[in-house]
């Protein structure tokens, strides 16, 4: 049975720092592609940062380049979101993917993943 447990999650001003984690079981990270999308309140799903091409590549959405960094530890099973110089508009719910291919990895895992956890919350207040 596969898993995904996000955490880290938390309330914090504007220019703060949080990194998430997601562990993993049931499913070895580094295979397809991973990564974290989010949802904010009354907008679509966005991926936001993913691993893939057997963790050799990474891709980020524009708003947060420079700014959020994915990581995946192989040996633990963890994946990692170091968030830093948060913006109100980085507010939403993230949630830990594994999506299905790599093609189009990040634009496609909030639609097509095969697995997904419950999200942990992110709150940035101005």
């Known amino acids: 049975q596969v898993r995904l447990e996000e955490s880290g999650g938390g309330a914090v001003e504007a220019g703060g720092s949080l990194r998430l984690s997601c562990a993993a079981s049931?499913?070895?990270?580094?295979?397809?592609?991973v990564g974290w999308f989010r949802q904010a309140p009354g907008k679509e799903r966005e991926g936001v940062a993913v691993?893939?091409?057997?963790?050799?590549?990474?891709d980020y959405v524009r708003s947060v380049k420079g700014r959020f960094t994915i990581s995946q530890d192989i040996a633990s099973n963890m994946l990692y979101l170091q968030m830093s110089s948060l913006k109100p508009e980085d507010t939403g719910m993230y949630y830990c993917?594994?999506?299905?291919?790599?093609?189009?990895?990040?634009?496609?895992?909030?639609?097509?993943?095969?697995?997904r956890g419950q999200g942990t919350q992110v709150t940035v207040s101005s």
């Open positions: 691993v893939y091409n057997r963790a050799t590549s990474t």
């Open positions: 049931g499913f070895i990270l580094g295979s397809i592609c």
């Open positions: 993917a594994i999506g299905t291919v790599d093609y189009n990895c990040r634009t496609a895992l909030p639609k097509y993943s095969q697995y």
